[in-house]
């Protein structure tokens, strides 16, 4: 598993990504109320705002942590984004996408350097 | 780690031993939440929760002239205002916008107490400086916490301490020495529940707060769940659901505006108030139910059903309570009847709203019957 600056995680599986938001990033959200995710055969870049994610007080964007096309988005989230909460590094993924470019994944964090840069905020 | 330029209210280091999270607010270091906003929304309204609102201004006007000199920039009676009893009202500016809105009362025989918004305080006492004239003096009371307690079981925990706040109803205040100090305390509150507003000495208040969280109804509260709360009960938050353009025709406030001072036209902002009371405002604020799709927030627009642009969303989120999105925006008034079908634009994507009465949680103050 990757993880990006903004709090995304990543996981690689083929030429297939799962990516979603660290138990981090639910945790300071707290607690999620509704979830945006992207239909499938939508292209993303890495970087762009793909999914939105929101709390009681605010909306905040999500951002592709890998370029390629969006296979399908977890669309249990729309009834259950509580789950965002209770397993955002698992049952609470956001999206599948077909990865256009392994490469982007080194530019990324592991588990490791991660934590380190939790340490940091 | 504290921003610097952020003041601390005297509660500031119960909240961080509570695990508080801290936002900057109104210029204050303060907590927003402490164990989740859903969770103290929903604890506030089936037990008792506390809030820290010391960050918001208090101050006295005394003098002979006190109460007259109030008025003038002010649609409410206060002259008819009885010695316990307080009454919400709005601070005008000349072209009748709302400048901040805020509670005044008689505590005592001693002129008025008056608490206003955080953000706004240092402008409306430095206004009151400038304009109250006479014998009207103006003292602020920054020396002091604001503890709320808010919810059905709020007046239980609060008579156990002080029988005497049983006799309150909705509105009533009073000076009284509570929990060994002296203390300013009305029954109200910015959540629609029934509970109490407490003005204490700073240096108390750690011991108060603590005191109150004792008991196993009572928990603390962050800003988050006093913003959905509020929301809830139709409650305007200044800057946001009203500000200095806004008048309280539009605002739908018209029940700060006090018979006598209507006929008398006798405050600041009366020539607009009274004309848009007579011909209609261009717009006025409304409660939405937001039917499908995401919460509409603050900034969202407001269509017609045919998707022309009227307005905008000025509050808005999830009702905890009631499991669906809220929000409250401006809209003409020929848009404004219960009922009326209609759309909010979220992040590019139209979805339909319904024209709904506020309080959308009804709200359960203590109203006494009139005697």
């Known amino acids: 598993m990757k993880f990006t600056k903004d709090h995304e995680w990543v996981r690689l599986e083929g030429d297939v990504a799962t990516v979603g938001i660290t138990k981090h990033a639910a945790d300071q959200l707290g607690d999620v109320v509704f979830v945006e995710t992207p239909e499938a055969g939508r292209a993303v870049s890495q970087k762009d705002g793909f999914a939105v994610v929101e709390s009681v007080k605010a909306a905040s964007d999500v951002y592709a942590p890998v370029s390629g096309e969006v296979i399908e988005g977890n669309d249990a989230l729309a009834s259950a984004p509580e789950t965002v909460n209770a397993d955002p590094e698992g049952a609470g993924w956001f999206a599948k996408i077909k990865v256009l470019n392994p490469a982007e994944l080194d530019g990324l964090m592991d588990r490791a350097a991660y934590d380190q840069f939790l340490t940091t905020l | 780690m504290t921003d610097a330029s952020l003041k601390i209210t005297p509660l500031n280091a119960a909240h961080r031993a509570l695990g508080a999270r801290m936002v900057g607010f109104g210029g204050y270091d303060m907590p927003v939440q402490y164990e989740g906003v859903l969770a103290e929304h929903r604890w506030t309204r089936e037990h008792a929760g506390l809030f820290d609102v010391s960050h918001m201004g208090q101050a006295k006007i005394t003098g002979a002239d006190a109460i007259a000199q109030f008025e003038r920039f002010v649609p409410g009676d206060y002259q008819a205002l009885k010695a316990g009893k307080q009454k919400y009202s709005l601070l005008l500016n000349a072209q009748g916008g709302i400048i901040d809105d805020l509670m005044a009362g008689r505590p005592d025989h001693d002129g008025l107490f008056v608490v206003v918004n955080a953000g706004n305080k240092d402008e409306d006492f430095a206004f009151w400086q400038a304009n109250l004239s006479g014998d009207a003096k103006l003292t602020v009371l920054d020396d002091r916490a604001l503890i709320a307690i ?95 353009t806004t008048s309280p025709v539009e605002g739908a406030l018209t029940f700060a505006l006090s018979k006598s001072r209507k006929e008398a036209a006798n405050f600041n902002g009366a020539v607009r108030v009274l004309k848009e009371l007579a011909e209609g405002p261009a717009r006025v604020r409304v409660g939405l139910h937001v039917k499908e799709g995401a919460p509409a927030r603050e900034g969202a627009e407001i269509a017609d059903a045919e998707g022309q642009v009227i307005g905008k969303v000025t509050s808005g989120g999830p009702s905890p309570s009631l499991g669906k999105n809220i929000a409250m925006g401006y809209v003409p008034p020929s848009q404004a009847a219960l009922g009326t079908a209609l759309q909010v634009i979220v992040r590019g994507k139209p979805a339909a709203a319904e024209v709904v009465a506020m309080p959308f949680v009804a709200q359960r103050y203590h109203r006494k019957p009139k005697s």
Request: no cysteine; charged share 25%.
């Open chain 2, 150 to 244: 808010q919810g059905p079981e709020a007046a239980e925990v609060m008579v156990a301490h002080e029988p005497v706040l049983a006799e309150f109803g909705f509105m009533d205040t009073a000076r009284l020495m509570l929990f060994g100090v002296d203390a300013y305390v009305s029954r109200s509150g910015y959540t629609g529940e029934d509970g109490y507003e407490i003005s204490v000495p700073a240096k108390d208040a750690e011991r108060i707060w603590n005191l109150l969280l004792q008991d196993a109804r009572v928990k603390p509260i962050g800003l988050g769940a006093r913003d959905s709360l509020r929301l809830e009960a139709g409650l305007p938050l200044h800057g946001h659901d009203i500000d200095p």
